[in-house]
């Protein structure tokens, strides 16, 4: 819905009049500003933001994109001077905005306008502290996108293609290794201490716009009192989903690559789930197919016997958009994008995203494509921001956004759920196999939720984690330790030390990018996907819906679409859905595969989760005592220490015989220097960490080779990572 203004003003005598009358008047006494402060005169005020708005922000983002798909010195200058002009625009507008009684008007689009005009963000820091603050966000995003894994004698590799290529398709636990250390090595210390002042500056500016601290702000685009406990609500009623896969994947594993790094009542390790951040599971799917004998196609394999190119990758998603009655991308979308990694030596920002100039014609995508299944979805993800933006153009700059930010992540995966269908793929000529038979489904189903439920834990847990950070539950002495309490659900495949800062090797951690939209559009996909088949007619198993060609589900998604952020997020998704909650009874249903999981899972007396290896991270409550890693009754104790305390003394004897016997030879030999060695020359070793305990490197190491090969020392280790002295 489209905001139309009867009254423009020209631009100068309204910046005159805002500029200056506006300050005046509040300071001249509350009677004549509060009258001043009127609707229409917040009508006339939000056109005049409206207008300068579009030019400010634009500036900026053209700013940013020269200097994301170029990244210098000249390029970075440029885009901070530009962040802070849009800095400016955004004070001022947001403090006159505040000055309006809003209680007291009748328009409730105005009201919802000037409410969210508001939260001004980190605009509210004063100048220094934001420049400083623009810096530091530019350089930990910039460090993330430069970095890169050297090898021994040869080449340096960026993240992308080259090391998510290793992760991806590497078989060898030794170099997986290489790459997932590599990378936080690249990245993690770097990070570091520019994230520690990081968040004092986002909990100043979070405070300043009159929240707790940073997470409490990114909580408040939500809108919901409820949040925390819907979101541990949605997470539990997955668990099981996940568990039982987990459990699975282990087991699997287990036969792969054997007890020495599997352990079957553990954690898996991190670096052999075929991605990164293990957040996705599905490259290794062939190591886990649950009827091997009947592999799916390989449609990457397809795609490039076919000579699919990056651009066609981009035609294609642009075909199933228009294809449901949606809109096109403009002329300028295909000429500006930047579809791949350019190739003439200039560093770039290879993370993919989706950009709107704010000037209803500019729209752009920047990834660095790669022919694979992963970036075919991944465009199809991009082009669902592009097709918000499109849809949402007429609108004021202000409700230019999704019902949430979980809305705008959904779009995109809701198209690919379709895409990814078997139907869909084979109407595409990228598969060879007519049907899929039940057996080729359960396969099939093991694919969509090795990407699907695998990401479960790691969407939720991350900005979990980073709340705490940001309200000082997790200080900066316990980052890296906190972290692997977090997302991965800790299983560092080697010790962590508070030197390393593995957080930081996520893009939207370095890039402080809010990551809980990712968790809810993982539920939401589901949501919209089954109300928009239903609309499409489609009868049957969810996951065989293709809404390809159906404009029912087009007008649907459109319709929903066009409103931005101007209606409350649960109206917006009661229209498409007919429920005012983000359900998780979607993707249960979707996932058909839970009871042939458990079916599994209970046939080789699965344990699931990592039950023993809790006690790391919880303080149990219960009457036994540790001692000496041992869980013993109190009187146990009582008899181990009596029997220590002998021993030490029987050992404090022989040390001061020894001493005696020394402090004689050494008088025999009075040419001998005797110097007592300088402590400060010896060398503490650092404290490392491991699935979570402080310890002694040494000892966490042990611990590792102990965890991952019952008491063998893994081969493939390397000399170094045991040389701590
Ligand atoms: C999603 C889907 C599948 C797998 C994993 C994910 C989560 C997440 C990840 O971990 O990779 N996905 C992305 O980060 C996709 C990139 C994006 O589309 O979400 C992108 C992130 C970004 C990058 C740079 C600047 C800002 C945001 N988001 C957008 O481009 C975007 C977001 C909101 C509105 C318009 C565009
Ligand atoms: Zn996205």
């Known amino acids: 819905m489209g905001t139309r203004w009867t009254c423009p003003g020209p631009s100068l005598l309204v910046l005159f009049y805002y500029g200056h009358l506006l300050p005046w008047l509040r300071t001249e006494g509350d009677q004549s500003s509060d ?86 963000d980190k605009a509210a820091l004063p100048k220094d502290e934001l420049r400083e603050y623009n810096k530091l966000l530019a350089y930990m995003e910039t460090m993330y996108s430069t970095a890169q894994v050297c090898m021994n004698e040869g080449p340096c590799l960026p993240l992308q293609r080259d090391i998510e290529e290793v992760m991806a398709t590497s078989r060898d636990q030794k170099e997986l290794l290489w790459a997932w250390q590599g990378w936080r090595d690249a990245v993690g210390p770097q990070v570091r201490m520019t994230f520690e002042r990081y968040v004092q500056l986002s909990n100043k500016a979070a405070k300043l716009n009159g929240y707790e601290d940073m997470g409490a702000l990114w909580q408040s685009t939500y809108k919901s009192d409820t949040l925390e406990q819907d979101l541990e609500h949605l997470y539990q009623e997955l668990q099981p989903l996940y568990l039982n896969l987990h459990a699975y994947m282990r087991r699997a594993l287990h036969r792969h690559y054997g007890p020495e790094l599997i352990d079957l009542r553990g954690p898996i390790p991190a670096h052999l789930l075929g991605n990164m951040w293990a957040q996705s599971w599905v490259n290794i799917l062939d190591l886990v197919l649950p009827f091997p004998k009947k592999p799916l196609d390989d449609i990457t394999r397809n795609m490039k016997v076919q000579h699919w190119k990056p651009e066609k990758m981009f ?29 003439d030596g200039r560093e770039v920002e290879c993370h993919a ?18 022919v694979t299944i992963e970036d075919l979805f991944s465009i199809f993800h991009q082009m669902g921001h592009i097709q918000y933006f499109l849809q949402y153009k007429n609108l004021s700059v202000i409700f230019r956004a999704g019902a949430n930010p979980a809305f705008e992540e959904a779009v995109g995966l809701v198209i690919t759920l379709s895409v990814f269908s078997h139907k869909h793929l084979l109407n595409k000529g990228l598969l060879s196999h007519q049907h899929q038979d039940s057996e080729e489904e359960v396969n099939f189903l093991m694919g969509i939720a090795l990407d699907k439920i695998a990401f479960i834990p790691f969407a939720y847990l991350m900005d979990l984690s980073r709340w705490k950070v940001f309200d000082g539950t997790i200080q900066k002495d316990v980052y890296n330790q906190e972290w692997w309490r977090g997302p991965l659900a800790c299983a560092p495949p080697i010790p962590r030390t508070e030197e390393d800062f593995d957080p930081a090797a996520k893009f939207h951690i370095s890039a402080s990018m809010p990551y809980l939209r990712y968790f809810l559009s993982l539920v939401l996909q589901f949501q919209f996907h089954e109300a928009l088949c239903k609309a499409t007619g489609h009868m049957g198993l969810l996951h065989r819906c ?25 109206e917006v998704l ?3 859905t007919g429920e005012t909650k983000v359900s998780a009874k979607a993707i249960m249903t979707y ?19 990592w039950p023993d290896f809790s006690c790391y991270f919880e303080e149990k409550e219960t009457d036994k ?61 650092p404290k490392a960490y491991f699935l979570g305990i402080a310890m002694e490197p040494r000892q966490a190491v042990k611990r590792w080779s102990c965890w991952a090969s019952n008491n063998r020392k893994p081969l493939w280790m390397k000399a170094e990572w045991w040389s701590w002295d």
């Open 35 to 120: 009258d001043f402060y009127n609707e229409t005169m917040a009508k006339i005020f939000l056109q005049y933001y409206e207008n300068t708005t579009r030019v400010v922000w634009n500036r900026f983002m053209e700013a940013s994109w020269n200097y994301v798909t170029n990244i210098n010195q000249q390029n970075l200058e440029e885009m901070l001077l530009k962040d802070m002009e849009r800095s400016q625009h955004m004070l001022f507008f947001g403090t006159q905005a505040r000055l309006f009684k809003i209680a007291r008007f009748q328009d409730p689009v105005v009201k919802r306008m000037l409410s969210k005009l508001q939260n001004i």
């Open 591 to 609: 996932s058909k595969l839970l009871n042939w999981l458990v079916t599994e899972n209970v046939q080789q007396w699965e344990i699931l989760g």
């Open 315 to 343: 035609i294609e998603a642009e075909n199933f958009y228009t294809s449901l009655g949606l809109l096109s991308t403009p002329p300028d979308f295909w000429r500006k994008s930047m579809m791949e990694r350019l190739a």
């Open 574 to 576: 009661e229209k498409i």
């Open 546 to 570: 293709d809404i390809y060609n159906s404009k029912m589900a087009g007008k649907l998604l459109e319709d929903v679409l066009k409103l931005g952020s101007s209606k409350p997020w649960p």
């Open 353 to 370: 995203s989706a950009w709107d100039f704010y000037n209803g014609q500019d729209f752009r995508i920047k990834k660095c494509t790669e």
């Open 625 to 685: 005592v540790t001692f000496l890693s041992l869980e013993l009754d109190p009187n146990q104790v009582n008899f181990g220490q009596w029997v220590l305390l002998a021993l030490s003394f029987v050992m404090f004897l022989v040390a001061l015989l020894l001493a005696c016997r020394l402090h004689s030879l050494e008088k025999r030999s009075p040419a001998q220097d005797t110097s007592v060695q300088d402590i400060s020359t010896l060398e503490i070793p």
